[in-house]
C-alpha cells in the first residue's frame, strides 16, 4: 500500500506541473551536452590511435587498451561509485560527477606517459555510467510522465550526435593539433555542461534515499538481472557488426576508404532517428514497441548480410539497423527503472554498466565470426544475439503475464513491496 500510495503521490504531482512541462525544459540539454561530452571521450580515442601511439611510444594494441580499460572502467565503475555515493543529492551528484569528468580529461591533456593516461582514461569511466544512470532518472523527473522515455531519449540522443559531428570533429582536431587537443576540446565540453547544470537543473526532492541494502536486493531480483541481460544482448548486437563495419564496407561492399565516413555519418543520422522514435514508441507502448523492435533489429541484421554485397541496398540496410538499434535504448532504460521504482539508482547505472559490457562481447564474438566463419558472417552473428534478446524480452512477460502483476496509471508494471 505504501508504494501504491508514493506511486499514485508522484504522479499526481507529475500531472501538476505537466501544463509547465509539455515542452522538454532547457534543464534537459545541459544533461545532453553532457552525455554528448561522454560519447566523445568513449569513441574520439578510436580515430587517434595512431597518433597516441606514435606520441607516447607504444604500439597500436597498447593504444586500444585505452578503449578497453575505458569500457571496463564504465563496468566497474558505475555500480561502485553509486554505492558510495547514494545518499548524495541528485543534482549535487550530477555537479560530482561532471567534475570527476573534467578532472579525467584534463588529466589526458597533460599525461606524460602510456600509464597515466589509461589511468586519466579509467577516471573518466567512472563518470560515465552513474551521470547517465543519475541523468536519466533527473530527466523523467523534470518532464510530464508520458513523456519519461522521451525525455530520456533526449539525454541519450547526446551520445549518438557525439557519433555524427562530435567524434568526427574531434578526431580531426586531433589531427591537425594533436591528440591531446581533442581532450582539451572535451574538457571546455564538460566545463560548459558543469556550469548548466549548476544554473539550470532544478533541487527536486526526493525524499530519504533507499538503504542500500534495498538497492542491492531491486539489482538481484530476477526479473531486473533478466532486463539487464537484454539491454547487454541489445548493445552486443550492435558492437558485433559496428566494430567491423569498415571492413565489411570496403571488403565486401566495394567502397573506398574515404567513403566509410560519410557512410558511418548516415548511420549515425539512423542512430539518432531511432533514440528519438524509441523514446516515444516507448511511452506509448513499452513492451510491445520493446518486443517488435528488438525483432524488427534481428532481421535487419540478418538481411544484412544478404544485402552488404550491393553497395546502395547495403546503405540503405545500415541507416535501417542504425534506426533499429538505438530505438531500444529509451524503452531498456524505462523498463528497468518501472521494475525498481522505489529504489531505482543502483538498478539504473548497472544498466550502463551491462551496455558496455555487451559492447566488449560483442566486439570480441565478431572477431571470433571473422577468424572461424569469415567477414561475411558477422551481421549473422548480430541477429543470433539480437533474437536471444527478442527471447529474454518474450520470457520477461511471459513470467509478469504468470504472475498477474498490476498495472500502475501511466501503463507500467508495478514492483511487489518486499
Given at each position: 500500500m505504501k508504494n501504491t500510495a508514493s506511486t499514485a503521490s508522484r504522479s499526481t504531482a507529475s500531472r501538476k506541473g505537466s501544463g509547465k512541462q509539455r515542452a522538454f525544459p532547457l534543464s534537459l540539454l545541459c544533461l545532453t551536452i553532457g552525455a554528448f561530452a561522454i560519447g566523445m571521450t568513449e569513441f574520439i580515442i578510436m580515430g587517434l590511435l595512431p597518433n597516441v601511439a606514435q606520441d607516447l611510444g607504444v604500439s597500436i594494441p597498447q593504444a586500444g587498451q585505452l578503449i578497453t580499460g575505458y569500457a571496463l572502467g564504465v563496468a566497474v565503475g558505475a555500480p561502485l561509485l553509486t554505492v558510495f555515493t547514494h545518499k548524495i543529492q541528485q543534482k549535487k551528484l550530477l555537479v560530482l560527477l561532471m567534475c570527476i569528468f573534467i578532472a579525467g580529461n584534463a588529466l589526458s591533456v597533460v599525461a606524460p606517459t602510456y600509464g597515466l593516461l589509461i589511468s586519466a582514461r579509467i577516471l573518466t569511466a567512472f563518470a560515465h555510467g552513474t551521470f547517465l544512470g543519475v541523468g536519466s532518472l533527473m530527466a523523467t523527473r523534470l518532464v510530464a510522465p508520458e513523456r519519461r522515455a522521451a525525455a530520456v531519449s533526449v539525454v541519450l540522443a547526446g551520445l549518438t550526435i557525439?557519433?555524427?559531428?562530435?567524434?568526427?570533429?574531434?578526431?580531426?582536431?586531433?589531427?591537425?593539433?594533436?591528440?591531446?587537443?581533442?581532450?582539451?576540446?572535451?574538457?571546455?565540453?564538460?566545463?560548459?555542461?558543469?556550469?548548466?547544470?549548476?544554473?539550470?537543473?532544478?533541487?527536486?526532492?526526493?525524499g530519504a534515499p533507499a538503504n542500500l541494502g534495498q538497492q542491492f536486493r531491486n539489482l538481484v531480483r530476477p526479473q531486473v538481472l533478466l532486463g539487464l541481460l537484454v539491454g547487454a544482448l541489445g548493445t552486443g548486437s550492435l558492437f558485433v557488426v559496428f566494430t567491423y563495419i569498415t571492413p565489411l564496407l570496403t571488403d565486401i561492399s566495394g567502397f573506398a576508404e574515404q567513403s566509410v565516413t560519410w557512410i558511418l555519418v548516415l548511420f549515425g543520422?539512423?542512430?539518432?532517428?531511432?533514440?528519438?522514435?524509441?523514446?516515444?514508441?516507448?511511452?506509448?507502448?513499452?513492451m510491445p514497441s520493446l518486443v517488435v523492435n528488438f525483432g524488427v533489429l534481428a532481421?535487419?541484421?540478418?538481411?544484412?548480410?544478404?544485402?552488404?554485397?550491393?553497395?546502395?541496398?547495403?546503405?540503405?540496410?545500415?541507416f535501417c539497423w542504425g534506426v533499429a538499434a538505438f530505438g531500444i535504448m529509451p524503452g531498456l532504460q524505462i523498463r528497468i527503472m518501472n521494475m525498481t521504482r522505489e529504489a531505482p539508482l543502483l538498478a539504473t547505472t548497472s544498466s550502463h554498466s551491462a551496455f558496455n559490457l555487451g559492447n566488449a562481447g560483442g566486439a570480441y564474438l565478431g572477431g571470433l565470426a571473422i577468424t572461424h566463419t569469415g567477414l561475411i558472417s558477422v551481421p549473422l552473428y548480430g541477429a543470433a544475439i539480437a533474437a536471444l534478446g527478442l527471447l529474454g524480452l518474450l520470457l520477461s512477460v511471459a513470467t509478469e503475464r504468470k504472475k498477474g502483476l498490476p498495472e500502475t496509471a501511466d501503463g507500467t508494471e508495478t514492483v511487489p513491496v518486499h
Open positions: 557525439a557519433n555524427i559531428v562530435g567524434v568526427p570533429f574531434g578526431t580531426f582536431i586531433g589531427q591537425q593539433l594533436g591528440w591531446r587537443a581533442s581532450f582539451g576540446a572535451i574538457t571546455i565540453l564538460g566545463i560548459v555542461s558543469l556550469l548548466g547544470i549548476i544554473r539550470f537543473i532544478p533541487v527536486l526532492e526526493q543520422v539512423g542512430v539518432t532517428l531511432g533514440n528519438i522514435v524509441g523514446g516515444r514508441l516507448a511511452d506509448w507502448k513499452l532481421a535487419i541484421l540478418a538481411l544484412l548480410t544478404l544485402t552488404i554485397g550491393n553497395p546502395i541496398l547495403g546503405v540503405a540496410t545500415v
